[in-house]
């Protein structure tokens, strides 16, 4: 089976994307490939070409980390990359009409491959998510024209909140930012996608605002900045090209690598949550079983939820659960009345905090400051209130704080080791999620477990 399917219907010719053996499409070289014998030989009298998804939630979400991570040296990245970055351009170039119907989520590569064609039309569903994914959940640059086409069709400043933000936008701000030329709502898209037009592009408004964060990262978001602040100036073929270098560079440095295999993790921890790593069709209404309790520790914004029920009521829960991970939500399924493992590590740092002797205090600032220059930008947010700039950028780690970070962290494990030793949750991958997510911890890391496996391989 083909990774798409095209189908002719007078002077339109629809290529329904449909990975096979996946629960969500991915664009990766079979896919390129197929879409490239078709631009390379369009059928006499097509005037209109529409990229949709045959998947259900899901338009395109990323390329394959497998893919990615195979890349080993710079040089290999720009050869192995080549023949999918030619099909973006051949994609932009094509001499008919192109249309994105996005249906579901948008991520990464997807996203781009939408920014590629010259109308884009999105359903308004609550699974139609449209997000960066590279630099905040993978720690490289993109490479399919997110850093310049991106900042043409929005702006620097609306680019630097996918790119270096991590917002994620419904298809409704995706219209009030620019990114998509309408919504749609009923059924058919014919009329829609032949009445939308393309919207100018962006005004040059400078560089986006700099953002402050952790040194782990701080050079590769100002690249990035400086990046999207050219790609509204610069020419297509010098963006292209600075892009390409910088995206070969960093899918290939330990950070990214690591960033990588945190994904995997995510990975396990979500087949430990809903039983399955494939996810299936999204509901199209979500029924909370009475038995399921629902808890948002960062509030909802933060989409990090902890989903408790007893055993018995396992499927009500990880029905739940699989309908709020299509709405973009980290989801962790505990089982046990009300035995949340977030609420239980909150409590750990309390009383962690309490026995130490630490309160607003500059031993507290300063222990903060051990987990700024881990890469964590507000550790402790989850208690309340939240750090001002001028405290991570002036207050320094010292020695005793960097040795509490270390043991908290243990503190944290034991917490999660207790959890999977009373069957409250099934893998520890579970744990990392909640730490990675409650603590700020980045994903840089590799994952929390493994991360603090290696800090006490070292002190020994």
């Known amino acids: 089976m083909e990774p798409i399917r095209a189908v002719r219907s007078g002077d339109v010719l629809e290529l329904v994307l449909d990975t096979p053996g996946s629960s969500v499409n991915v664009f990766g070289p079979p896919a390129a490939a197929q879409l490239d014998a078709v631009l390379r030989s369009l059928p006499q009298g097509v005037e209109m070409l529409v990229l949709r998804s045959g998947k259900r939630g899901s338009f395109v979400n990323g390329a394959g980390l497998l893919y ?12 192995t990359s080549a023949p999918v970055r030619a099909v973006y351009e051949r994609l932009a170039a094509c001499p008919v009409r192109t249309v994105a119907v996005i249906e579901g989520n948008a991520f990464g590569c997807g996203l781009e491959l939408a920014a590629a064609c010259d109308v884009r039309l999105a359903r308004d569903l609550p699974e139609t998510q449209l997000r960066m994914t590279e630099l905040t959940d993978y720690r490289f640059v993109p490479l399919f024209g997110g850093t310049w086409r991106l900042p043409r069709l929005v702006g620097a400043e609306a680019a630097a909140a996918l790119l270096l933000d991590g917002e994620r936008w419904s298809a409704r701000e995706a219209l009030t930012r620019g990114l998509v030329d309408a919504v749609i709502e009923g059924e058919e898209v014919g009329a829609a996608a032949r009445a939308a037009r393309r919207r100018p592009r962006a005004e040059a408004s400078g560089p986006p605002r700099s953002r402050i964060v952790p040194p782990s990262r701080a050079a590769l978001w100002a690249e990035v900045a400086e990046l999207l602040a050219r790609g509204t100036v610069e020419p297509v073929e010098t963006c292209r090209a600075r892009e390409v270098e910088a995206f070969a560079r960093t899918v290939t440095s330990p950070a990214a690598k690591r960033a990588m295999g945190f994904f995997f993790v995510r990975y396990a921890a979500r087949a430990a949550s809903l039983g399955s790593a494939d996810r299936t069709a999204p509901p199209v209404e979500m029924d909370v079983h009475p038995g399921v309790d629902v808890l948002h520790p960062l509030g909802e914004e933060a989409r990090l939820c902890e989903i408790s029920a007893a055993p018995g009521d396992r499927d009500a829960a990880r029905a739940v659960a699989s309908a709020l991970a299509w709405q973009g939500f980290e989801v962790v399924v505990s089982l046990g009345s009300g035995a949340h493992v977030a609420a239980e590590l909150v409590r750990t740092t309390r009383a962690f905090l309490r026995e130490s002797g ?4 500059s031993e507290l600032r300063s222990l903060e400051a051990a987990f700024w220059e881990l890469g964590a930008a507000d550790p402790l947010r989850v208690l309340g209130g939240a750090r001002r700039d001028d405290d991570r950028t002036t207050t320094r780690a010292d020695g005793t704080a960097r040795m509490r970070v270390r043991a908290l962290a243990s503190a944290w494990q034991t917490t999660i080791d207790r959890a999977v030793e009373r069957g409250v949750l099934r893998h520890v991958s579970q744990g990392d999620v909640l730490v990675h997510a409650l603590f700020d911890m980045p994903v840089e890391l590799g ?7 290696d800090e006490r391989g070292r002190s020994t």
């Open 358 to 361: 630490l309160d607003e205090t």
């Open 447 to 453: 994952g929390f477990s493994r991360w603090l496996a």
């Open 68 to 79: 990615a991570n195979a890349m080993r040296t710079a040089e290999d990245a720009i050869a």
